[in-house]
């Protein structure tokens, strides 16, 4: 199969595609030729789609779901840059929700801007499970508390947390998830070393456009260590065979509206 479609009548020969092509797959055209791909490095194509994004004339296209192809309206996406600053400066880890639950159209749509995060090689190996129900998300935080009361007089760096933890739990505390309705869990194949970090950079995408949809959310970072080896939780996540927990989330509608910006460490830079 023709790995790039080559419009010859929007193609100007200006070499971009060749130039950014990561692999380095893209023979550069000529007064003759158009763009292309040799047979013989068609399996080297990660479908990555720089070749087509960065084509200032849009001839050529990336045969890869071709008919699902959207055009980039003129100017989508621009931010000023005080803007950006203020929007990410703005972002809190949210733990106060109200019981309102985000709607499933509303929680694709952010998915849908995380799947195209960045991940090593194209591999897109990042799938997720969608806790939607309040009370499994209750439950779920049993489960972690469960599995912080094997922690008890271990050598695990959680021990000497625990003990204040399960207690406010027992008191009716909800010091695992919140109170959030909702948990969002990125799961992994298992022996992908690289994986993990795509993970982590796709659960960071969905933090970041969170805000914009009126969603807050904040990394459950009790969940995400609970699930890495305690079985009862592992089985109510329902994780498939061959994959693993890399992280969870929760998320829901914040109870309070940010006003103001915290302060941070001064910034520390190294030029070399």
Known sequence: MTTILVDQDLCTRCGICSNVCTMGLIDPADENTLPKIPDAKTGMCIHCGHCEAFCPSQALLLNDLPD????LPAGAGSIAPEDMGYYLRKRRSIRRFTKDPVPKEKILELLDIAR????????????????HDPEKVKKIAGLTV?????????NHPMSGYVSVLIPAWESGYDVICRGAPHLLVAHIPEGNPIAPVD??????HFDIAAPAFGVGTCWAGFVAMAAVSYEPLQKELGIPAGRK???AMMFGTPQYRIYGLPRRKPLKVTWQ
């Open 146 to 154: 469960e599995w912080m009361k094997t922690l008890i007089n271990s």
């Open 245 to 247: 927990s890399a992280y």
């Open 68 to 71: 699902e192809k959207v055009s």
């Open 199 to 204: 993970a982590i950079i796709a659960l960071t």
């Open 116 to 131: 195209y995060a960045a991940s090593g090689g194209n591999g897109q190996p990042v799938e997720w499970i969608v806790v």
